[in-house]
């Protein structure tokens, strides 16, 4: 059956009618929606951040029985000049295979006067950069001894500015001062958290000889199951490996939980912006009954005047989706957070972005439509005496 529509800018004019209601119904809007987008930018960073931590072709050598906490993983330093002369597929370039031996730990690291925090720190060789692949000298040089290279997204994690983590500037670590000698940069992953620096300088500073972790590049072709076969082989060393994509996917897994109360804070977010969505809009609708009635005693169908009320709830929340959106692309987008495998960047994406302007554009459709309905509910006569 047909029926005739509302103009579509009778509901704009009724937006600017009521600046005062309208503006306030735009800022909370915008604020609920900017939260959602806060919080998938969470999400979507710390998934972004663990994907693209591992290397398809590293493999990571560790002490058996550890799991995934390779900070607590202790093997002989003779494993890195055994695992090249033992396992075929191993990378090799002008005669240097492409094997990192690291230790690897957390602990406490002062920066400038600020309270020691617990920090992430890789002993490591030049063979690092052949291995770790995406890791890249931004500013500095490579760490000699007494110094220390740190990732871009160590002051976060530190709770420290970015001039006391920059190249000249000292930091406390076991007891000794390091200058930083260089920052570097690992295209988003969880390397940035890290500081580097020289491994005989960290085992002598931790009063070590062991290793946390043997890494190594395998060619495209070569078969993981070698390296595996001889980890299992050599009871006496008690190794274990794990190609680096699968130790990181076991991350996600891990960080699984923290994902979906993430997901439920976006669902708790969007139903009390709904619920305030429905209250101002029971407001805005109460005071508008006699007007609604004259619109009926006009020849506007309820069903009409209930798609108006619609385009006005829908047009509100889209202005408000869009200006949350600009908010956190310029201001949001790529801020860093700390957490508690080292930091990483909010990121605003297109998925980001897609369910805050969804969560927005639901806001204004379901706040609006109950208090519509009801308030056509009452007779016409009544509404148009309604004060």
Known sequence: ??????????????????????????????????????????????????????????????????????????????????????????????????????????????????????GLVRGVTRSALLVRRQVEIEEGAWPESGEILMGRMAATKLGATNTEISVGQPIDLEGRSWRISGIFSAGGSAFESEAWCRLDDLQQAMKRQDLSVVALALTPGADFSDLDLFCKERLDLELQTIRETDYYASLQKDYGPIRWLAWLVVLLVSGAGVFAGLNTMYGSVVGRIPELCTLQVMGFVRRSVVISLIQEGVLIASAASLLAALIALVFINGAAVRFTMGAFALRIDSTAVLVGCGVGLSMGLLGAIPPAIRALKMPIVDGLKAV
């Open 1 to 118: 059956m047909f029926f005739r529509l509302l103009p579509w800018e009778y509901a704009i004019r009724n937006l600017f009618r009521r600046p005062l209601r309208t503006s306030l119904t735009f800022a909370g809007l915008t604020t609920v929606i900017l939260l959602v987008l806060i919080v998938v930018g969470f999400i979507r960073g710390l998934e972004r951040s663990l994907a693209v931590s591992g290397d398809p072709q590293t493999a990571v050598v560790f002490s058996l029985g550890m799991g995934e906490n390779l900070e607590y993983s202790s093997i002989a330093m003779r494993t890195s000049d055994l695992l090249p002369a033992s396992v075929p597929g191993i990378q090799e370039r002008y005669g240097r295979e492409y094997v990192s031996p690291e230790l690897y730990l957390g602990t406490q690291i002062g920066v400038a006067e600020n309270e020691p925090s617990m």
